[in-house]
């Protein structure tokens, strides 16, 4: 039995929630009307040159990716979409998500009315890996809601069943058409991502076609259709790895708002030999933690951003005591 049966993922970022979401006044616009009444709410500006928005307009500060007022107030008034996401912690200030107009092109910057500097824009992933997991959890958490929700607005502009325009209500948590009343939800796509470890205890990861040569990761999928998170661990891993799994042990999940995932992590064993399904993923390989330390510190070896659950597993697994010879 591997040592990492027994692990416990440690916390990633974007799992602990830490935001005050206020559920209960969304309803009626209310938590929307009330965040834009006050002074001290913070907006998260998104943009993007296509359909789903990328970039985030940032300013200073610890938490430079929240703008005052003054700083958003040129996007409001034609914003194709706001969200009042909550609050940053209890009595914290309120956070309220824009989905700006294409027009607003990222990385040019802006002044504001009063002449002082303007902001310019950055990738979300770029932000949310700059900030601190422990410190800073309500910010990645608002962060990470932003772009997930603002992804599901950019694409239900219009009713999937009629094709009419729809608009926003609810404080921006639902989309409705307005001329039958049928509402529409923000959806959550679950995946699973798996830590796979072989017989001698050694993780076993996978190169993606689309990556650079030298980058490796654990191994994930979508969960289908009236499929268990469970079954589709076991499908994934026959499909790209060509194992048969022996056990399967959920871990721990981690929000993946690229655009609008949920990330379940397990850990599975197997005793087959991995073979790479050579379309999807072109090489896999199995590692012992001395040989992954070394291929890292070589260059030979890039791993997932720290950001990721992905990196969580493969740190959990490296954690976890090896077993005796």
């Known amino acids: 039995m591997s040592s990492f049966d027994h692990a416990v993922l440690p916390h990633t970022p974007m799992t602990a929630d830490g935001l005050d979401r206020r559920t209960e006044d969304r309803p009626g616009d209310t938590l929307l009307t009330e965040a834009l009444e006050r002074p001290e709410t913070l907006f998260a500006v998104l943009i993007g040159d296509s359909r789903l928005p990328s970039h985030i307009l940032v300013g200073e500060g610890r938490r430079r990716a929240l703008l005052a007022r003054r700083d958003a107030d040129p996007y409001l008034d034609e914003a ?25 092109r990222p990385g040019t910057g802006k002044k504001t009315q009063d002449g002082r500097a303007g902001v310019e824009a950055a990738t979300v992933r770029t932000e949310m890996s700059a900030a601190s997991a422990g410190e800073d959890v309500p910010y990645l958490s608002a962060l990470s809601q932003a772009q997930a929700v603002m992804a599901w607005h950019a694409t239900h502009e219009f009713s999937p069943e009629t094709g009419r325009p729809t608009r926003p209500t609810t404080s921006g948590w639902v989309r409705e058409d307005p001329e039958d009343g049928t509402e529409f939800f923000p959806r ?14 050694r993780i076993v990861l996978g190169h993606n076609a689309a990556w650079p040569t030298s980058r490796y990761s654990t191994l994930a999928g979508f969960v289908e259709p009236s499929e268990t998170p469970e079954a589709a661990v076991v499908r994934e891993l026959r499909e790209e790895a060509g194992v048969v799994v022996d056990r399967v042990r959920y871990l721990g999940a981690q929000p993946w708002p690229f655009p609008r995932s949920l990330m379940l992590g397990y850990i599975a064993t197997t005793s087959s030999v991995p073979q790479a399904d050579g379309v999807e993923i072109t090489h896999v390989k199995a590692f012992t933690r001395a040989e992954l330390d070394r291929a890292v510190d070589a260059g030979e070896l890039e791993l997932p951003n720290a950001l990721s659950i992905s990196r969580a597993l493969i740190t959990a697994w490296k954690e976890a005591e090896a077993p005796a010879q």
């Open 80 to 104: 194709r979409a706001l969200v009042a996401l909550g609050d940053l912690g209890k009595g914290g200030e309120p956070v309220v998500a824009v989905l700006a107009r294409t027009g607003a």
């Open 188 to 201: 959550t796509d679950p995946a699973v991502i798996v830590a796979l470890v072989d017989e001698q205890d």
